[in-house]
Each structure stands twice: as structure tokens, then as C-alpha cells.
């Protein structure tokens, strides 16, 4: 692995008339280049703001599990640290070859809930994640919490309850003494242990797995249901941990639950619900959902319809109903003459019954892309295409096509004909310029240089992915920039080190952007 010393005057400009000053000129960079088999990269982020407010550099990190040993940092040293993005890169080490590889990564910040990540590497390919962390004092809108420190000896003797600080509903439960706390191999757990009861109102259902369009789900009689869509009335979930980070995975006893429901809740028919009538209790059990029962609503002394049911397992759980969907559906498939787009369109799929727009979506233009209508409701709709994409927008006054009605239950092709011409890309260009006399040294560029963008204006953590060059492949063409907009560009060869180049508001004048690596370091 080769050690690149960067001492960089690095020009990012756009054709050859524009210039800008350098802030690294006359700084030596050392840098490796990463490795690239077995690499794992764990971004975290806080779970309200999205960017990292959370100081990552506070975080502290914990390797577990069977093959923690081989864990190394993403140039294959021991010396690993989070970048102040919040971007963790490590990787098993090139000479550990014990394949499934088993590890859990464990972030802890003080005033955050601890995140347990657990990851299990076949092969040698890469692993990429992005990690959201809790602030138990600044929760996501819908989402509350109670944590409790527990001796297992008080838990074997005392009755505890948790309960949620919702504003609007709650969960709570009661541990009752002589409770232990079980290891996914039965195993009971010893020490002080930390029990998280989380609730999520339906605002906040982002942050549960799999809770939309269900498929592989159970019935209380064990057999898998038809894929649906779920309409929750709440979701909640019970995890603990001891002070080793052993998580527990089920209680030696079952624990009574009471779940609050929102009085403006309606049943799939249209009506609302009231006392006495029943809705499914799902429980999120081996990653698969599976209906525990169909619980009895009531109305406690503060007027708020519940329901109260007993569970042992420490997963997340939730209330809802089943809309049957699509099994199979429509393909899209689209013709235009658009090759190479790294952009998404906007698209509508509206009802043909109503005019209402019962779907959003963002779909490839590029000429043969194809997109899966299926899972979605029974309806007659038809397709919109507009000319709206996902990084700068455009227009959503007309589309620029739409299909003739079709059944989203049908397993037939929807052809989408783009007759509009393909948009002109912005061309990226690495050029190196070395002293007269000299030329590249190929060996001594790294190998690649990823390259990220911010739009002007954007928020301060809204860094995009713009391309990745290399060694030997140092340009490239994109449709994420817009002629005549203005971004902040960041590039490195190594992002879980930092990003060492950096240039700030760069008006792209033209379709040809370069930048400029004038460097003797990269020269012989």
C-alpha cells in the first residue's frame, strides 16, 4: 500500500480563464490509499438534523463479536477514528480470511442512545451504512423514549415500570420481579442492563423497519399472508442491554404492555375506531412481521382509547390493519434517447376514477431502464413523467408524458416513450500539471479520488455524491450539475480521512469543468 504525500496547490476552475486562491497550497498531506476488499464504511448522523451534530469525534467505538480481531482501520492499521463527517471506514484485514465474518460495531455518545450495529461479511465485497443516532433530549417529532439502569438482582426482586414521554401517546410495561433477561441462546444475562421502551407515533414510522408494503408476513396460525399494506395506529419497541453490549433477546417472563392509541384513528372501512373493537398486534419477530393476536380496544381514566397486550420478546412491535396489495404488477419500460443519466424524474401515478395522485415516484430516463409497478393497491391509474428530477427540479407544471390507463394489479409493460432530446452533461476532468520537463508519475496518483458537490444555499450537511475517478480513468460526465448554478465541490482520495480538497462557491460557467492538481508529488 503506497503513501502519497500531497503538498498541493489544488485550482478548481471551470474552463481555463477561471482561477481561484488554494487554501492547502505550501500543506503536506499524508494519506493512504484505502483498502478496497472486506471495506466497511458506517456513516453516522443524527436522527433530527441528518448532519453530524452529534461530534462524532465524541463517539466512542466498541468491536465485538467473533471476528472483531481482524478489524483494522481503512488503510489497514490499528489506529482508527471517525472522519468529522461522521464517517467510520474500517475493514477486515486483508490476511484475515474466516469468511461469514461476524462482528457489531457499537457507538456510544454520552446523551445519545447507544447503537449496536451488527454486520456478517461472506466475501470480500464492501459494506456501506448509514447510522442514525438518538438524542434522548431531542427526539424526531412522534418518537419518545424511557431508558432505565437495572441491576439484574433488582429485576429478579422488584416490579419496574417503563413509560414513554409521548405528547400525544404512550407505551409503558411493567417488568415483574424475577424477570431475567435471555441471550439469543437462552442464556440468561448477568450485570446492570439498560431497557429502552421507544414509542413511534405514525409520523415517526420511518424509523421502524419494514413497515409499509409487507411481504413474507405471519398469521397467528403461523402461515404467511398475501403481501399488504400496513396502516398503523403506532408502532413501539423494548430493547436492553448489560454494560458488555450483550443485547438480550427475549425475558424469562412475559411482561404486560398497554399501548395508547390516537382517538382520531380509523379503520380501513372509513369508520373510527372505538372501545371495543379489535385491531392486529404485530410483533417484528427473526426479522419477519407476525400477527400476535387481535387485542380488545378500551379507554383509560385519561379518556385514551389502548390496548393491552404480553410479549417476552425484545423487538419492535406495532398496531395495524392490512390493505391487500399487488402481488405482481405493471413493469415500466423506458424508451428514450438517454444514456448515462445519473439523475431521477419525477413521476405521478394518478387515479383514473378521481384525478387524484395516488402515488410519487422517481424513475432512470435512460433508454431501456425498467421500474417495478408492483406491491402497490388495486386501482386503474395512469402514468406522469415530468421533467423534474431529483437534484435541481424543473418543471411540474405539465408532464412531458403520460400513459394510457392501466391496471396496477396487470403483470403487462407500460411503455414510456421520452421524446424529449437528452440533456447536456457537465464533463469533470482531472488534469495534473507537473514542472516543465517532468511528467506524470502514474504510480503516485492515487487510485481514486471520490467527489462530492453541495448545491448554493443548500443546508450545511447537504453533500451529494458527485462521481469517483481513478487512477487511470480521470474523467468523467454527470447530470447532477447544472450550467449556470453555483456549488461547493469537496474531493478525496480517502473520505474516512477527511476531505482535503475543498473549493467553495463554483459558478459552473461551463459544460467542461476542471480542476487542477499542480504538484510536483504526482511528477517525474
Not at 436522527?47 to 468491536?63: R, W
Not at 421502524?208 to 399488504?228: L, M, R
Not at 434517447?337 to 387515479?351: K, M, P, S, T, W
Not at 437528452?422 to 464533463?427: C, K, L, R, S, T
Amino acid at each position: 500500500m503506497k503513501i502519497f504525500g500531497y503538498s498541493i496547490m489544488l485550482i478548481f476552475i471551470i474552463s481555463s480563464l477561471y482561477a481561484c486562491n488554494n487554501p492547502l497550497e505550501d500543506v503536506s498531506i499524508k494519506i493512504k490509499d484505502p483498502l478496497t476488499s472486506s471495506a466497511i464504511n458506517l456513516t453516522y448522523k443524527n436522527a433530527v438534523s441528518n448532519d453530524t451534530t452529534l461530534v462524532p469525534k465524541q463517539i466512542k467505538f466498541t468491536f465485538l463479536g467473533e471476528d472483531a480481531e481482524g478489524i483494522v482501520s481503512s488503510v489497514g492499521n490499528k489506529k482508527i477514528n471517525i472522519s468529522r463527517e461522521g464517517l467510520l471506514g474500517i475493514a477486515l484485514a486483508p490476511d484475515y480470511v474466516k469468511r461469514p465474518a461476524n462482528i457489531k460495531v457499537v457507538a456510544s455518545l454520552e446523551g445519545y442512545l447507544t447503537d449496536i450495529n451488527y454486520i456478517t461479511l461472506t466475501n470480500t465485497a464492501n459494506t456501506n451504512k448509514t447510522i442514525r443516532m438518538f438524542n434522548i433530549s431531542n427526539l424526531p417529532k412522534g418518537m419518545s423514549v424511557d431508558v432505565k439502569k437495572i441491576e439484574s438482582s433488582s429485576v429478579e426482586s422488584t416490579t419496574t415500570t417503563l413509560k414513554t414521554n409521548g405528547k400525544n401517546e404512550q407505551v409503558s410495561l411493567v417488568l415483574n420481579a424475577g424477570t431475567n433477561l435471555l441471550a439469543p441462546n437462552t442464556e440468561k444475562l448477568s450485570g446492570q442492563f439498560s431497557y429502552i421502551l421507544t414509542h413511534f407515533e405514525n409520523i415517526a414510522r420511518d424509523f421502524v423497519p419494514s413497515n409499509y408494503t409487507i411481504y413474507q408476513a405471519v398469521g397467528v396460525d403461523n402461515k404467511e399472508i398475501p403481501p399488504f399494506e400496513l396502516v398503523p395506529y403506532g408502532f413501539f419497541s423494548l430493547k436492553a442491554m448489560n454494560e458488555k453490549f450483550d443485547e438480550g433477546s427475549n425475558l424469562s417472563k412475559s411482561t404486560s404492555v398497554s399501548i395508547e392509541i390516537s382517538n382520531n384513528s380509523y379503520h380501513t372501512n372509513g369508520q373510527i375506531l372505538k372501545e371495543g373493537d379489535v385491531i392486529p398486534f404485530w410483533g417484528y419477530i427473526n426479522n419477519v412481521w407476525k400477527m400476535l393476536g387481535n387485542p380488545i380496544i378500551k379507554k383509560n381514566s385519561n379518556g385514551k382509547l389502548y390496548v393491552s397486550s404480553n410479549i417476552t420478546a425484545l423487538t419492535h412491535y406495532a398496531l395495524g390493519e392490512m390493505i391487500p396489495v399487488c402481488v405482481k404488477g405493471p413493469l415500466i419500460k423506458i424508451t428514450s434517447q438517454n444514456n448515462g443519466l445519473d439523475i431521477y424524474h419525477y413521476c405521478r401515478l394518478v387515479e383514473v376514477s378521481s384525478g387524484r395522485n395516488v402515488g410519487d415516484l422517481y424513475i432512470s430516463l435512460n433508454n431501456g431502464a425498467l421500474y417495478s409497478l408492483a406491491g402497490r393497491r388495486k386501482n386503474t391509474v395512469y402514468l406522469q413523467v415530468y421533467n423534474f428530477n431529483n437534484q435541481f427540479g424543473g418543471d411540474l407544471s405539465k408532464p412531458i408524458f403520460q400513459s394510457q390507463p392501466f391496471d396496477l394489479c396487470d403483470e403487462k409493460t407500460i411503455p414510456v416513450n421520452i421524446a424529449a432530446p437528452p440533456p447536456q452533461p457537465v464533463n469533470v476532468e482531472l488534469i495534473i500539471e507537473c514542472p516543465k520537463g517532468q511528467v506524470v508519475n502514474e504510480s503516485a496518483v492515487p487510485v481514486k479520488i471520490d467527489i462530492q458537490f453541495q448545491p448554493k444555499g443548500a443546508a450545511a450537511s447537504d453533500w451529494r455524491d458527485l462521481m469517483t475517478l481513478t487512477r487511470t480513468q480521470r474523467s468523467g460526465s454527470t447530470y447532477k450539475l447544472k450550467v449556470g448554478s453555483t456549488y461547493s465541490i469537496r474531493a478525496s482520495p480517502n473520505p474516512a480521512q477527511g476531505w482535503i480538497f475543498y473549493k467553495r462557491d463554483t459558478l459552473i460557467k461551463d459544460v467542461n469543468y476542471r480542476f487542477y492538481i499542480d504538484s510536483k508529488d504526482f511528477c517525474k
